[in-house]
């Protein structure tokens, strides 16, 4: 089965300051999705990644996918307090699976604070 | 924007007895997903729920504990049935809507269920 790895686990910075979050797949990515969560609450979904090397940015957040499709990281310029809260990658399911397709697998989750 | 109106957000049940999570969604679609979210973990898909079908249930999960209902295109409900404290979790639906691909899989703002 297919295994999505964040690192790290947390993470705390100063505000203002750039951080990357990475996400590892156990094996080739057909989709990588980016969410965040806050606190006990739904996810927001940040963007979407499909072709190898593909980068796209929304504001001050840039995620990439590698060439291979096997790893994407989430790179955060000039952190805000309203960065914080959890990151979360997602990935469609693999064909021939043998689960259900059209959901998603989830890494552990990046928790993120960031310090005035 | 794309919007999945989720409730209750929160509640507090009490052991034995059965909460039933309804999750509205603004437009048609074929699959709406239930996920599980454990303190500190990430999310687990419960079931996918097909309008007109039974729902699709994932390793570990049953219908008698986690019965969904979908009656339409755009309705779906998740009951925890028989409740204990190890069901104390967030609880999320989700739906992808094909004809808006830069919205990925769209999530409800999520139940936070504590069972005492």
């Known amino acids: 089965s297919q295994e999505l790895e964040q690192s790290p686990q947390s993470l705390i910075v100063q505000e203002g300051k750039n951080l990357t979050i990475n996400c590892t797949s156990s094996?080739?990515?057909?989709?990588l999705y980016w969410y965040k969560q806050k606190y006990g609450e739904g996810l927001i979904f940040l963007m979407m990644?499909?072709?190898?090397?593909e980068e796209k940015s929304h504001e001050k957040i840039t995620a990439k996918l590698d060439e291979k499709k096997q790893q994407s990281s989430l790179h955060i310029t000039a952190s805000q307090p309203s960065h914080a809260g959890i990151y979360l990658c997602?990935?469609?399911?693999?064909?021939?699976?043998?689960?259900?397709?059209?959901?998603?697998?989830f890494g552990k989750g990046t928790k993120l604070s960031v310090k005035p | 924007s794309a919007v999945i109106s989720q409730k209750p957000s929160r509640d507090i049940c009490q052991r034995g007895t059965s909460l039933t999570i309804q999750c509205q969604v603004d437009?048609?679609?074929?699959?709406m997903f239930w996920y599980r979210q454990q303190p500190g973990q990430s999310l687990t898909l419960i079931a996918t729920?097909?309008?007109?079908?039974?729902?699709?249930?994932e390793s570990g999960f049953v219908i008698d504990k986690f019965p969904i209902s979908r009656p339409n295109l755009t309705f779906s409900t998740l009951t925890v049935s028989n409740m204990s404290p190890e069901d104390s979790s967030i609880y999320l639906c989700?739906?992808?809507?094909?004809?808006?691909?830069?919205?990925?899989?769209?999530f409800g703002s999520g139940t936070r269920l504590t069972v005492v």
């Open positions: 729920a097909n309008q007109g079908s039974e729902a699709t249930y």
């Open positions: 989700s739906v992808r809507f094909r004809d808006r691909p830069n919205y990925g899989y769209t």
């Open positions: 997602g990935a469609d399911v693999p064909p021939n699976y043998g689960g259900s397709q059209g959901n998603l697998i």
């Open positions: 437009s048609q679609v074929t699959m």
């Open positions: 094996k080739t990515l057909y989709g």
């Open positions: 990644l499909q072709k190898g090397g």
